[in-house]
């Protein structure tokens, strides 16, 4: 069915699943979301108005200007490693785009968030990286891995360089994916495209290869020990403590509340329909 009609249909079925399970959808379900730029009954609010980057900023403020708003994208016949913009934007159903090359800055909340669930739709290009930073920290990879048969710390839907996919669900390059990840404290579950990658996941700790590994112990020299990696080779693989700082390429510093941040320097993405719904840890909730 027209773009449209589809979307009008999941809002109202989604509204249709929350009154049946008390007005509260399960993580990962679609949310049924506001559409006036505030939050709606469950709690989830928009991240994007869909008329323009307010409440987002660059990184980089003196970096190319690439994020523009628009209605929708498509792949470019002539170069299917970039995209181009349909229309003007307006509306929720809107896109921001990093477009032309994607060589520009990150973006990122102006506002800052600690414990989440955080829905996300995306697109990329051939051959093209993004990424989706849980408080510009944590990269949950967006890359373009169709094809791609055995997934690993730098595939789609990886959490980079700690955690990766065990099965390849990326679609093909142009067509809309999503997120649903949901961040408590240290643990971070992913669904992608409706199915659970991995849960409750420690970002502190993981797995990854020889080559990461060593870029990581070199970076790790002079930092604070809470920063530090201590890992261990296992089968191949190095296993252990990644530090209490983020993955490679996100904010400094140690885990802390922080923004949701795009990344917009490693090639062409659109997003769009991000939400977040705010979790308020109760008096008793732990590690």
């Known amino acids: 069915m027209p773009e449209p009609t589809r979307r009008s249909a999941l809002t109202a079925l989604t509204f249709g699943l929350g009154l049946g399970l008390g007005g509260k959808l399960p993580f990962g379900a679609l949310p049924c979301f506001a559409q006036n730029g505030r939050a709606s009954s469950d709690g989830w609010r928009p991240l994007f108005n869909g008329k323009d980057l307010s409440g987002w900023t660059d990184r980089v403020p003196t970096a190319k200007k690439v994020w523009v708003v628009c209605d929708d994208v498509r792949l470019d016949p002539a170069d299917p490693s970039r995209l ?76 980079y360089e700690r955690a990766y996919p065990k099965e390849n669900l990326a679609k093909p390059p142009g067509v809309w994916q999503s997120y649903d990840i949901k961040l408590v404290g240290k643990r971070l579950t992913l669904v992608w495209n409706g199915k659970t990658v991995y849960s409750d996941h420690d970002v502190r700790y993981g797995e990854t290869d020889r080559e990461a590994f060593e870029r990581l112990r070199q970076e790790s020299i002079g930092k604070p020990p809470e920063l530090q990696v201590k890992l261990r080779e296992e089968k191949g693989k190095f296993v252990g403590y990644f530090g209490e700082g983020g993955t490679r390429a996100g904010l400094d510093g140690p885990d802390r509340p922080g923004p949701i941040l795009l990344q917009g320097d490693h090639g062409p993405v659109a997003y769009r329909n991000l939400r977040i719904r705010p979790i308020v840890p109760k008096p008793d909730q732990t590690e």
């Not at 159903?93 to 990150?106: H, K, T």
């Not at 697109?123 to 949950?140: A, D, Q």
């Open 84 to 159: 181009l913009p349909i229309g003007g934007g307006g509306g929720p159903g809107a896109v921001m785009l990093c477009g032309d090359d994607g060589r520009g800055s990150d973006l990122m909340t102006t506002e800052n968030y600690e414990d989440y669930e955080l829905h996300v739709e995306f697109t990329v290009p051939k051959g093209s990286n993004s990424g989706v930073y849980n408080r510009g920290l944590f990269e949950v990879q967006v890359f373009d891995s169709y094809g791609v048969k055995t997934p690993s710390f730098h595939d789609c839907g990886a959490l």
